[in-house]
Protein backbone atom coordinates (compact mmCIF):
# COMPACT_ATOMS: atom_id res chain seq x y z
CA UNK A 1 0.00 0.00 0.00
CA UNK A 2 1.60 3.67 -1.10
CA UNK A 3 1.81 6.76 1.66
CA UNK A 4 -1.23 7.52 3.57
CA UNK A 5 -2.61 11.00 3.44
CA UNK A 6 -3.20 11.63 7.32
CA UNK A 7 -4.28 9.49 10.10
CA UNK A 8 -7.16 7.99 8.34
CA UNK A 9 -5.05 5.41 6.49
CA UNK A 10 -7.07 6.85 3.14
CA UNK A 11 -4.59 7.30 -0.26
CA UNK A 12 -4.62 11.24 -1.16
CA UNK A 13 -6.58 10.09 -4.26
CA UNK A 14 -8.88 8.20 -2.85
CA UNK A 15 -9.64 11.17 -0.64
CA UNK A 16 -9.38 13.30 -4.05
CA UNK A 17 -11.91 11.18 -5.75
CA UNK A 18 -14.52 9.59 -3.48
CA UNK A 19 -16.83 12.79 -3.63
CA UNK A 20 -16.82 12.06 -7.48
CA UNK A 21 -17.49 8.31 -6.99
CA UNK A 22 -20.47 9.12 -4.88
CA UNK A 23 -21.86 11.78 -6.59
CA UNK A 24 -21.64 9.01 -9.70
CA UNK A 25 -23.22 6.54 -8.09
CA UNK A 26 -25.65 8.81 -6.70
CA UNK A 27 -26.68 10.29 -10.21
CA UNK A 28 -26.87 7.30 -11.94
CA UNK A 29 -29.30 5.09 -9.56
CA UNK A 30 -31.53 8.68 -9.38
CA UNK A 31 -31.89 9.13 -12.99
CA UNK A 32 -32.62 5.21 -13.35
CA UNK A 33 -35.47 5.46 -10.96
CA UNK A 34 -36.85 8.55 -12.11
CA UNK A 35 -36.88 6.92 -16.16
CA UNK A 36 -38.40 3.63 -14.58
CA UNK A 37 -41.02 6.12 -13.07
CA UNK A 38 -41.78 8.03 -16.18
CA UNK A 39 -41.77 4.77 -18.25
CA UNK A 40 -44.02 2.52 -15.92
CA UNK A 41 -46.17 5.15 -14.28
CA UNK A 42 -46.48 8.50 -15.74
CA UNK A 43 -46.67 7.72 -19.20
CA UNK A 44 -49.68 5.35 -18.72
CA UNK A 45 -51.36 6.98 -16.32
CA UNK A 46 -51.39 10.82 -18.00
CA UNK A 47 -50.65 9.56 -21.70
CA UNK A 48 -52.44 6.34 -21.82
CA UNK A 49 -49.34 4.52 -23.19
CA UNK A 50 -46.13 2.52 -22.35
CA UNK A 51 -43.07 1.36 -24.13
CA UNK A 52 -40.24 -0.36 -23.49
CA UNK A 53 -37.36 0.70 -21.61
CA UNK A 54 -34.24 0.33 -23.40
CA UNK A 55 -30.91 1.74 -22.46
CA UNK A 56 -28.32 2.86 -25.01
CA UNK A 57 -25.33 1.79 -22.85
CA UNK A 58 -22.93 3.08 -25.62
CA UNK A 59 -23.85 6.52 -25.85
CA UNK A 60 -24.79 7.01 -21.73
CA UNK A 61 -20.72 5.31 -21.96
CA UNK A 62 -19.80 8.34 -24.14
CA UNK A 63 -21.70 11.49 -22.67
CA UNK A 64 -20.07 10.05 -19.14
CA UNK A 65 -16.45 9.99 -20.60
CA UNK A 66 -17.42 13.43 -22.66
CA UNK A 67 -18.67 15.43 -19.35
CA UNK A 68 -15.71 13.64 -17.26
CA UNK A 69 -12.92 15.25 -19.70
CA UNK A 70 -14.85 18.30 -19.97
CA UNK A 71 -15.34 18.78 -15.89
CA UNK A 72 -11.60 17.95 -15.91
CA UNK A 73 -10.50 20.47 -18.38
CA UNK A 74 -12.21 23.31 -17.04
CA UNK A 75 -11.16 22.48 -13.35
CA UNK A 76 -7.56 22.38 -14.55
CA UNK A 77 -7.84 25.77 -16.47
CA UNK A 78 -9.36 26.93 -13.46
CA UNK A 79 -6.73 25.85 -11.47
CA UNK A 80 -4.10 26.93 -13.33
CA UNK A 81 -5.75 30.34 -13.51
CA UNK A 82 -5.82 30.66 -9.73
CA UNK A 83 -2.13 29.47 -8.74
CA UNK A 84 -1.33 32.06 -11.44
CA UNK A 85 -2.84 35.35 -8.64
CA UNK A 86 -1.41 36.11 -5.80
CA UNK A 87 -3.53 34.48 -3.26
CA UNK A 88 -3.86 37.97 -0.73
CA UNK A 89 -5.42 39.69 -3.89
CA UNK A 90 -7.27 37.08 -4.81
CA UNK A 91 -9.06 36.69 -1.79
CA UNK A 92 -9.07 41.04 -1.28
CA UNK A 93 -10.67 41.28 -4.72
CA UNK A 94 -13.42 38.90 -3.41
CA UNK A 95 -14.40 41.73 -0.58
Do not use: Y
Amino acid sequence: MAAASGRSGHLAHEVATQPLHQALELGVALGLVVSIVLVHVVNPQSFHWTMELLLPWGRLTALFAAVLVAGSVTAALCAKSAARQDAVLAVKEDW
